[in-house]
């Protein structure tokens, strides 16, 4: 894996970089054409315990710690903050950089979006968000995201490409339900 230290100086490096897409902050309303769209969501336990635990790890950049890949943010999600993920994927690691875009944070809703610049296998947006329903009292992660390959070897290796978006799915929702039990219990 990359020294914390030079992925910090990589961050350090690419503060002001554009985003790399036109579609910055669609994840509000409707995704923009011609990208695969992902939208997975997963019950992390009921009432108000549960969405204190999972406002928590979430902006604690919990649904990124998992055993192959590491986040390296410059701080907790906030409007501008830079974020390298790397990522272990089929014997290489690869350095993804985004860009928090906005937050969320209401009374029964939490979370935030980014966005990706250059340094970033692919082009796109992701939302992370946390909501308790006032109805039910089911606190639920959901991840949106629109994106596609923006690297030669993403878009050569397509399905591998949405093979590991759909593992970051699986093992996030994972990682985000075992950081709600461990406080609720």
């Given amino acids: 894996m990359p020294e914390a230290d030079r992925v910090r100086d990589l961050l350090r490096a690419h503060s002001d970089a554009p985003f790399s897409y036109p579609d910055v902050g669609a994840t509000r309303g409707e995704f923009p054409p011609g990208y695969t769209v992902v939208r997975r969501a997963a019950v992390l336990g009921h009432g108000d315990p549960a969405f204190r635990s999972a406002k928590q790890a979430l902006m604690n950049w919990g649904p990124f710690r998992l055993p192959w890949m590491h986040a390296f943010p410059q701080a907790a999600p906030e409007q501008g903050v830079l974020v390298a993920v790397v990522v272990r994927l089929a014997g290489l690691w690869w ?40 109805s039910t009292g089911e606190v639920t992660y959901k991840i949106q995201a629109f994106a596609r390959p923006r690297h030669p070897l993403a878009r050569i290796a397509y399905p591998l490409a949405r093979a590991t978006q759909r593992r970051f799915g699986n093992d996030s929702i994972a990682a985000m339900q075992s950081q709600v039990a461990s406080h609720d219990a």
């Avoid at 979006?113 to 296998?121: C, F, P, R, S, V």
């Fill in 95 to 134: 350095k993804n950089i985004s860009r928090v875009i906005y937050t969320v944070d209401e009374p029964h809703v939490c979370g935030f979006a980014y966005g990706t610049l250059q340094l970033h296998a692919e082009m796109g947006e992701e939302l992370f968000l946390v909501e308790l329903s006032p």
